[in-house]
């Protein structure tokens, strides 16, 4: 893979020129306590403190809600405004975490399956992703037991990887990042060779994958041991919302008066009226059903149908749940019962 030298003082340079150009720049910033990614207008607001970011990534091709298309009626007479694609916006989206690179393909081959989902594809082709190596993780992350690692090149235009002088190699991996570094080819210098792999975090694996893929299906009907793992699971959906392969939505009707609008926003299986039918009935009548839907979608279901695991080791839900619920302790008891 080709590599390059990108200099601090042409890190800062290349922000504020992406900012100044044709694209809005997402990245991570600090807000409040926590780091989240928010569209920024100067290189100071980025910050490089976190080990993930609160929210994942994905609502720059996914977002939290969307108004899919327009509707007035005039007399006896519908009519429709369409989906304005103009209206996307072209985006370099940087400081995103290996895992959440990944992520975008789990999202894609979910959006791509039966039909292909054109917004969610025009977003993502109009984003360009520099993502960051890990140079550190903690207790809740584990991309080593998905197949990932602190400093995957998969799912990124360019990764960048912080060395001890504060410069980043910089490796083009697609395409579309080797467009932008020719777009801005004063930039960056000749790669100086340096080693990558001492400067990313250890992850170590917590689980074997293969176990849980082989096992999984045959816990289905062992009601006992989901409602025991979801005994403290308040069905609050966190975990659903900051997750960068959760694709659940609703599609909602919203009117004032003769006009209104067509809308997509997040959903989550873990949320009790999810799966509620009008008539009151629910087949997912309890929180351990809920739970196990959740992991064998993304651990049964989309391996056997998209060829891909749903899950990129972020951690992030275990971080967000508010009692502590920990998504790698609970596919380890899977092996282990
Ligand atoms: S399920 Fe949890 S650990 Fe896996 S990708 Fe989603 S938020 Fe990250
Ligand atoms: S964040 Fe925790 S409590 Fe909320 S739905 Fe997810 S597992 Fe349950």
Same mark, same amino acid.
């Given at each position: 893979m080709e590599r390059k030298l990108l200099t601090k003082d042409s890190y800062k340079l290349l922000i504020s020129k992406i900012i100044s150009g044709k694209y809005q720049l997402v990245a991570p910033v600090k807000v409040d306590a926590l780091v989240d990614f928010r569209r920024i207008k100067s290189a100071d607001e980025i910050t490089e403190d976190y080990i993930v970011t609160v929210s994942s990534a994905k609502s720059?091709?996914?977002?939290?809600?969307?108004?899919?298309?327009?509707?007035?009626?005039?007399?006896?007479?519908l009519?429709?405004?369409?989906?304005?694609?103009d209206s996307i916006p072209h985006t370099v989206l940087l400081g995103v975490r290996p895992c959440d690179a990944m992520g975008f393909a789990s999202l894609t081959s979910i959006f791509c399956w039966d039909s292909v989902d054109k917004i969610y594809t025009t977003r993502l082709e109009r984003t360009i992703i520099i993502?960051?190596?890990?140079?550190?993780?903690?207790?809740?992350?584990?991309?080593?037991?998905v197949k990932g690692n602190p400093g995957n090149t998969a799912g990124n235009d360019l990764l960048l990887t912080k060395t001890p002088d504060g410069d980043y190699i910089t490796e083009i991996v697609t395409e579309k990042g080797a467009k932008l570094v020719a777009e801005f080819y004063e930039l960056f210098?000749?790669?100086?060779?340096?080693?990558?792999?001492?400067?990313? =975090?250890? #992850?170590?694996?917590?689980?074997?994958?293969?176990? %849980?893929?082989?096992?999984?299906?045959? !816990?289905?009907?062992?009601? @006992?041991?989901?409602?025991?793992?979801?005994?403290?699971?308040?069905?609050?959906?966190?975990? =659903?919302? #900051?997750?960068?392969?959760?694709?659940?939505?609703? %599609?909602?009707?919203?009117?004032?008066? !003769?006009?209104?609008?067509? @809308?997509?926003?997040?959903?989550?299986?873990?949320?009790?009226?999810?799966t509620l039918h009008t008539s009151g009935h629910n087949p997912r009548q309890n929180q351990g059903q809920r739970w196990r839907q959740r992991l064998m979608h993304k651990f049964s279901y989309m391996p056997d149908r998209l060829n891909t695991v749903g899950c990129v080791g972020c951690g992030r839900c275990s971080r967000a749940c508010p009692v502590d619920m920990n998504i790698a302790e609970h596919l380890k008891s899977i092996i282990d019962n």
């Open positions: 720059v091709a996914f977002p939290r809600n969307e108004k899919l298309f327009g509707f007035e009626k005039n007399n006896k007479k009519e429709q405004t369409d989906f304005d694609f993502g960051m190596s890990c140079a550190k993780a903690d207790a809740s992350c584990f991309c080593t037991s210098r000749e790669d100086k060779g340096a080693e990558k792999e001492p400067l990313l =975090a250890n #992850v170590p694996e917590v689980f074997e994958l293969d176990g %849980i893929l082989a096992k999984i299906n045959s !816990k289905f009907d062992d009601e @006992v041991f989901w409602s025991e793992q979801a005994m403290r699971c308040l069905g609050c959906g966190a975990c =659903a919302y #900051v997750c960068p392969t959760c694709a659940c939505f609703d %599609i909602q009707d919203e009117s004032h008066g !003769k006009t209104g609008q067509r @809308v997509r926003c997040w959903d989550s299986c873990g949320l009790s009226l999810f």
